[in-house]
Nanobody, 128 residues
């Protein structure tokens, strides 16, 4: 699976962006999908995840209520709608695909080790 993330950019605080991650290959619906981010000087952190059939979603507490992850299996794409952006959301955002051995739980989907494939990242910059 190859992943291509897009949609990043520069936005003012309080604004919105929608990230997209397009996946190649016919087995997109077999994968749980996640978004992670990495700010300068910090470790990569979990942002949001969605199970392979889209029945459950999970979020980092700091983005809950502002970000929404969704997927379109017919389009092999996962989205991250980001509203009410804050300067602390500034980071490179990565999408990832994986097949956790436990089927995907709120715990396993937060771990980067659960994902086998990663996109190249897209920069999100939020100005104050």
């Amino acid at each position: 699976v190859q992943l291509q993330a897009s949609g990043g950019g520069l936005v003012q605080a309080g604004g919105s962006l929608r990230l997209s991650c397009a996946a190649s290959g016919p087995t997109f619906s077999s994968y749980a999908m996640g978004w992670f981010r990495q700010a300068p000087g910090k470790e990569r952190e979990f942002v949001a995840a969605i199970r392979r059939i889209g029945d459950s979603t999970y979020y980092q507490n700091s983005v809950k209520g502002r970000f929404t992850i969704s997927r379109g299996n017919a389009k092999n794409t996962v989205y991250l709608q980001m509203n009410r952006l804050k300067p602390e959301d500034t980071a490179v955002y990565y999408c990832a695909a994986g097949t956790p051995s436990d089927g995907g739980t709120p715990y396993s989907l937060r771990a980067s080790q659960s994902y086998d494939y990663w996109g190249q990242g897209t920069q999100v910059t939020v100005s104050s």
